[in-house]
């Protein structure tokens, strides 16, 4: 059985690294504030929802979480800021996996109370969808959206989430569709449109289209230079554009090799497994110290291909020695030839993982 992977923000799929050496690893510490009944919260309330409008999931968390630790439950902030928090650790989640888990609890306990506002718990249950996108078959996924936007058609989170699932299923003009309607709903809500812009650059690097890629990565960062996501996509169309010198112009020897392993992730991704083979060499022969992401990525591609191998000399032995089978929609079905079932997903660097949208409020 056949699930996707949100491989593109890579695909929030989102400053600039010719600046930074490295990117800091996220820190999510808890906030050690006890309850007092005289807390007014509107203001940090305020402060955490704009933080989260304008991509800052980190900021919005720490503010949410102190609102929760600090609000008394009669508050009326308490629940809006409980989805908040939930909403910034899934954004956070590409990048410290275990908030998935932390964002799952409250979002569950959100739709599981029936004194609570129905706006709210259908955000709630929205944002329990989304953590578990990824586990589903994309069809599958993209009929779950399409029922989710009939109740929630303003929301940016699922119009992301339709166009990631299009850009799995290869739906390009379907994926693009989706991108605008996020793009246009965040412009009329104020909020941050870069993520959004950076989508539809993933998704034509997805299609081979480097040249406007580049441009709509360039155009992402303009409008949210604090987030290195948008330069290493960059910078990655950059590798699989054959521009290889620009591409690493800057970086330290530890993010060139960083950069090359993500690159072999999408030429994965993208069929081109030669060209991933050299991008994964190429990070190993760069990296000072030894880069076990880069040669587990390398192992599990030469597995596939040596699979793959075998099966087309497989086939070939069955096809002369049996009569073709036809299905009931006359394709040849003499033997499964479905090759991805169990290759192991590629892993990209901790710096280049995956962003979830905002919830709009």
Same mark, same amino acid.
């Given at each position: 059985m056949r699930h996707f992977i949100f491989i593109p923000a890579l695909l929030m799929i989102s400053a600039c690294a010719t600046t930074k050496a490295s990117q800091k690893q996220v820190e999510v510490r808890p906030v050690p504030i006890s309850?007092?009944?005289?807390?007014?919260?509107?203001? !940090?309330?305020?402060? @955490?929802?704009?933080?989260?409008?304008?991509?800052? /999931?980190?900021? @919005?968390?720490?503010? /949410?979480?102190?609102?929760?630790?600090?609000?008394? !439950?009669?508050?009326?902030?308490?629940?809006?800021a409980r989805l908040g928090l939930a909403d910034s650790a899934l954004s956070l989640s590409g990048q410290k996996p275990q908030l998935a888990e932390s964002?799952?609890? +409250? /979002?569950?306990?959100?739709?599981?109370?029936?004194?609570?506002?129905?706006?709210?718990? #259908?955000l709630a249950k929205?944002?329990? =969808?989304?953590v578990d996108l990824d586990k589903m078959e994309p069809q599958k996924a993209e009929v779950k959206i399409r029922q989710a936007l009939i109740r929630q058609s303003d929301d940016v989170r699922l119009w992301n989430a339709l166009g990631h699932i299009s850009d799995a299923q290869n739906k390009w003009m379907?994926?693009?569709?989706?991108?605008?309607?996020?793009?246009? +709903?965040?412009?009329?809500?104020?909020?941050?449109?870069?993520?959004? +812009?950076?989508? +539809?650059?993933?998704?034509l690097l997805m299609q081979g289209r480097y040249k406007e890629a580049i441009l709509k990565f360039e155009h992402a960062a303009e409008i949210d230079s604090d987030k290195q996501l948008y330069d290493n996509n960059k910078r990655l169309a950059l590798i699989l554009?054959?521009?290889?010198?620009?591409?690493?112009?800057?970086?330290s020897k530890t993010r060139q090799a960083q950069i090359y392993n993500d690159a072999g992730v999408l030429a994965v991704r993208l069929g081109k497994y030669e060209h991933?083979?050299?991008? /994964?060499?190429?990070?190993?022969?760069?990296?000072?110290?030894?880069?076990?992401? @880069?040669?587990?990525? =390398?192992?599990?591609?030469?597995?596939?291909?040596d699979r793959e191998a075998k099966v087309e000399t497989d086939q070939e032995k069955l096809e002369?020695?049996?009569?073709?089978?036809?299905?009931?929609?006359?394709?040849?079905? #003499?033997?499964?030839? !479905?090759? !991805?079932?169990?290759?192991?997903?590629?892993r990209l660097s901790p710096h280049l993982m995956a962003e979830k949208s905002p919830t709009p409020f």
């Open positions: 309850k007092t009944s005289d807390y007014d919260g509107q203001q !940090d309330f305020d402060r @955490a929802r704009q933080a989260a409008r304008r991509g800052h /999931y980190v900021r @919005a968390y720490s503010l /949410y979480q102190k609102l929760v630790a600090r609000l008394p !439950d009669t508050d009326t902030l308490k629940q809006p964002a799952k609890t +409250i /979002y569950l306990s959100l739709a599981m109370n029936e004194k609570l506002d129905p706006a709210l718990r #259908t929205t944002g329990l =969808l989304l379907q994926s693009l569709d989706a991108y605008v309607q996020a793009l246009t +709903i965040a412009k009329k809500n104020g909020n941050n449109t870069a993520p959004a +812009i950076n989508n +539809i650059g993933m998704s554009s054959g521009q290889l010198d620009k591409a690493v112009e800057g970086l991933a083979e050299h991008l /994964y060499q190429k990070a190993l022969e760069i990296s000072p110290v030894w880069f076990a992401l @880069a040669e587990a990525n =390398l192992e599990d591609l030469r597995g596939l291909t002369s020695r049996m009569p073709q089978k036809v299905d009931k929609d006359g394709k040849d079905s #003499t033997i499964n030839t !479905d090759r !991805d079932e169990d290759y192991p997903v590629p």
